[in-house]
């Protein structure tokens, strides 16, 4: 945005309420609105793969501690533990266990992060079912 200030005459090259030198109130309609894309989550299907590494983790720590127990603890049960601890962190980076595909409406790819019945798709706004891990256009 390159506008003038209606009082003083600089220009504004941000969305300010105030003109940064008179300090004169910018009108809503020339400041400019944040874009759509700024809005969007920064990653998806963090929930399901944080509830896999938290489910994970205590069986990985078990399993570990009684391989080390048993003798094997440098050749399995140390590696073991180690994935147990790095689970919750691991899961979320390669989004296990959500349903994934594309958006009957627009082609868009989605994911039903809490596994609901039905969602809207984040690209056209429109509702998406899911039945057996499956998106079907909304009735």
Do not use: Y
């Amino acid at each position: 945005m390159t506008d003038l200030c209606s009082k003083c005459g600089a220009h504004l090259s941000s969305p300010w309420r105030f003109c940064p030198l008179c300090g004169a109130e910018i009108p809503p309609q020339a400041q400019q609105q944040p874009s759509a894309e700024a809005e969007k989550a920064p990653m998806r299907s963090a929930f399901s793969g944080m509830f896999f590494g938290v489910i994970v983790t205590p069986m990985c720590l078990i399993v570990g501690t009684m391989l080390c127990l048993t003798g094997l603890g440098a050749i399995l049960g140390v590696p073991v533990i180690i994935g147990g601890i790095l689970a919750p962190i691991l899961g979320p980076m390669i989004c296990l266990g959500e349903p994934k595909g594309k958006c009957p409406w627009c082609g868009a790819k989605v994911t039903n992060v809490f596994n609901a019945s039905s969602f809207d798709c984040h690209e056209c706004g429109k509702r998406i079912d899911a039945h057996d891990r499956h998106f079907i256009k909304a009735a």
